[in-house]
């Protein structure tokens, strides 16, 4: 007897972001190589909408349609009420990037595996806050741009990021949504404002790099001569350093460091069959490391070269 080819619906943030399109891709590969159905939806970056989509695929009336297991990067919360849902079906539920103080009691009522997969956000902050200390070792000032209000990695990587960086670094914050538009479109009203012109910023740092670039680029576009060049000679730096993106930024000077931040989503896939096929819970919390591109080392002597160039 044939065994029913296991099923995933997997809901993502938006398309727009290399971090998501990274998930996506460790995904597929994770479902070909484990002969899985995976279907990948994005929430255009809504809570609303990624509630509609998940409970839309929970409650189908055909029990055969239904996924065996829902791997979710939530948009906003941590979607406790859609995760009981699926519990009470029988549906597996895997956290992607965020812990969700509900999972130990959902997965002392349900079979299905219940777990979360995530990264170090603390450490992601601290990452930034000794990175701003390499690059600005004078101290100064640093124009921090900030993901969506309410959400725990933007908070967990701003709180550490203040805790780690020197304490003659002074911070400005701006907010975004995590896109390449919002960092621009952020920037450009910033520099609307008289205070922009008078504030002495040093560096630029963005919750990731999609925003930090395109801070950059509304430098670009909405400054001109001595201006442009001075906000374009700064250093920027983000988070994520997918391939094709970030990585590539740094290597072309467009970012002076980023902080590589893994995807989840393919080690969650794997978790989620491997729990289904042997009938077992796995880890409630499983936490992955990022880690600074380059090295602080690096940082730190390339910063000290550059300043002896200037010196001579």
């Not at 519990?87 to 009691?105: F, P, Q, S, T, V």
Request: a neutral charge; hydrophobic letters at 40%; charged letters at 15%.
């Amino acid at each position: 007897m044939l065994m029913k080819k296991l099923r995933f619906l997997v809901s993502l943030i938006m398309e727009e972001n290399h971090y998501q399109k990274q998930h996506a891709a460790a995904v597929q590969d994770a479902a070909q190589r484990l002969g899985v159905d995976i279907e990948i939806v994005y929430a255009g970056n809504d809570p609303i909408t990624q509630t509609e989509q998940l409970l839309n695929g929970i409650q189908s009336t055909a029990k055969e349609s239904r996924p065996d297991g829902i791997l979710c990067a939530p948009v906003g919360t941590s979607l406790v009420q859609v995760a009981r849902q699926a519990a009470k079906m029988g549906i597996g539920w895997g956290l992607l990037n965020r812990e969700g103080d509900y999972i130990g009691e959902l997965r002392a009522s349900s079979q299905a595996p219940i777990f979360a997969i995530t990264i170090d956000q603390a450490e992601i902050g601290r990452i930034q806050g000794r990175q701003i200390g390499a690059l600005l070792p004078q101290g100064g000032m640093v124009l921090y741009l900030l993901g969506p209000t309410g959400n725990p990695l933007v908070e967990q990587r701003s709180t550490w990021m203040q805790t780690l960086k020197p304490a003659n670094v002074q911070v400005r914050t701006l907010t975004g949504d995590l896109s390449q538009q919002s960092g621009y479109k952020a920037i450009a009203r910033w520099l609307q404002l008289r205070t922009s012109h008078e504030t002495p910023v040093t560096l630029i740092a963005g919750q990731n790099d999609d925003m930090a670039l395109g801070a950059r680029r509304a430098f670009e576009d909405q400054t001109i001569g001595a201006q442009r060049e001075q906000w374009t000679s700064l250093p920027y730096i983000g988070v994520d350093c997918c391939p094709g993106a970030g990585q590539d930024w740094v290597r072309q000077g467009l970012l002076a460091a980023s902080v590589i931040n893994p995807p989840t989503a393919g080690i969650a896939l794997e978790t989620m069959v491997q729990a289904i096929r042997s009938k077992s819970q796995p880890a409630e919390v499983t936490v992955v490391a990022p880690t600074s591109f380059p090295t602080i080392e690096k940082l730190t002597g390339a910063t000290a070269l550059k300043t002896s160039q200037m010196v001579c």
